[in-house]
């Protein structure tokens, strides 16, 4: 996925629909960034490039669920209660940290189960 220019990146402030997508509350206080465009990036707005990683360690217990063929759901669920991130949580890791835009994850990665 893309890195944001550290030149030219824009903070702002997130509306309703970008909290609700990267998990935060209304009242927290948080700055965003957005891509703008200058001549160190070729007015692109991004610079470089940054990994999402995925990655499932299968412990006991999500064998166990494995073996009885449990749902996807519940395997998800066991995974996450373990540490386990979606390519979803750590894009929207790295849009909190500065490091891209929403736009760009959006664009990487499908979000529409975080709308709910």
Same mark, same amino acid.
């Given at each position: 996925? /893309?890195?944001?220019?550290?030149?030219?990146?824009?903070?702002?402030?997130?509306?309703?629909?970008?909290? /609700?997508?990267?998990?935060?509350?209304?009242?927290?206080?948080?700055?965003?960034? /957005?891509?703008?465009?200058? $001549?160190?990036?070729?007015?692109?707005?991004?610079?470089?490039?940054?990994?999402?990683? $995925?990655?499932?360690?299968?412990?006991?217990?999500?064998?166990?669920?494995?073996?009885?063929?449990?749902?996807?759901? $519940?395997?998800?669920?066991?995974? /996450?209660?373990?540490?386990?991130?979606?390519?979803?949580?750590?894009?929207?890791?790295?849009?909190?940290?500065?490091?891209?835009?929403?736009? $760009?994850?959006?664009?990487?990665?499908?979000?529409?189960?975080?709308?709910?």
């Amino acid at each position: 996925m /893309r890195k944001l220019c550290r030149t030219c990146r824009q903070p702002y402030d997130p509306d309703v629909k970008e909290r /609700r997508l990267l998990g935060m509350t209304p009242t927290e206080p948080a700055a965003l960034f /957005r891509a703008v465009g200058c $001549e160190q990036c070729d007015y692109q707005g991004y610079r470089g490039r940054n990994g999402i990683l $995925e990655l499932l360690k299968i412990d006991g217990a999500i064998d166990e669920l494995i073996a009885r063929r449990a749902t996807a759901r $519940e395997i998800l669920t066991a995974a /996450r209660a373990g540490g386990f991130r979606t390519l979803a949580d750590d894009g929207v890791r790295l849009v909190r940290a500065g490091t891209t835009s929403l736009d $760009e994850v959006m664009r990487v990665v499908d979000l529409t189960d975080r709308m709910a």
